[in-house]
């Protein structure tokens, strides 16, 4: 599981309430990514990060901001959750220690959490 | 846009029996496809990759072959297992230095006794 771990793993909340979703990571990897999967479709790519204090957008970044303090967080806020945002999150990371590309482009998933927006 | 797709969303064989999984993709610029395994609950789970500057890959009890001509890509599984049922997602690698990848919808498989 490429050392990664995600919290919650189960969270349900109110519609306009904030969330924090939080990926940990043990192995001082640079890249890391957010992915919102839903029913039929494939994984999207919400943010991603290539070291710390960087990240840019991916594909459905509206609603969603990031942060990456230190190399082994990754932390992903609803900044006001909404209905559509229940789905669920995986994040991943490519490995890489902090200061290089990637050493390969395969990317290793966390074992995901749940969110339910109601 | 570019994008990435499967044909079949479902796949039924039996055990014992060859898989074939297929992807499409639209990116010809894309250099780099993964196939993913999910287990319901679970994480996806990197299978085997390939480069374009390839055509075929094998790994343990599992191929995939590009064909770069029709943009087409491949997952065949030898002798299908109980434990092979799942949803397998392709994936292709959009070249910039992040290393971000597009995937497809995923097809599930489903391996009858």
């Known amino acids: 599981d490429a050392g990664i771990t995600q919290s919650p793993r189960h969270k349900v909340t109110e519609t306009g309430t904030p969330v924090t979703l939080r990926c940990h990571q043990t192995?001082?990897?640079?890249?890391m990514y957010w992915y919102r999967q839903d029913p039929g479709h494939g994984l999207r790519l919400i943010h991603y990060?290539?070291?710390?204090?960087?990240?840019d957008k991916g594909e459905v970044s509206d609603g969603y901001s990031v942060s990456r303090s230190k190399t082994e967080d990754f932390l992903l806020t609803l900044e006001s959750a909404t209905s559509s945002q229940t789905s669920v999150y995986f994040c991943?990371?490519?490995?890489?220690?902090?200061?290089?590309?990637?050493?390969?482009?395969?990317?290793?998933f966390g074992p995901g959490t749940r969110l339910t927006v109601l | 846009g570019e994008s990435v797709g499967l044909h079949l969303p479902t796949l039924s064989v039996q055990e014992g029996d060859n898989s074939i999984i297929n992807c499409a993709y639209s990116?010809?610029?894309?250099?780099?496809f993964i196939w993913y395994k999910q287990e319901s609950g679970k994480g996806p789970q990197f299978i085997i990759d390939?480069?374009?500057?390839?055509d075929k890959r094998q790994g343990q009890r599992v191929t995939v072959l590009l064909n770069k001509t029709v943009k087409h890509l491949s997952l065949q599984i030898a002798a299908t297992q109980p434990g092979d049922s799942a949803v397998y997602f392709c994936?292709?690698?959009?070249?910039?230095?992040?290393?971000?990848?597009?995937f497809g919808s995923g097809t599930r498989l489903l391996v009858r006794p």
């Open positions: 390939i480069r374009s500057n390839m």
């Open positions: 990060s290539y070291g710390v204090k960087d990240t």
């Open positions: 990116n010809s610029a894309s250099d780099y």
């Open positions: 991943a990371i490519s490995f890489g220690t902090s200061g290089s590309l990637p050493t390969t482009n395969e990317q290793f």
């Open positions: 192995e001082n990897h640079r890249y």
């Open positions: 994936a292709e690698n959009k070249e910039d230095s992040s290393y971000k990848l597009i």
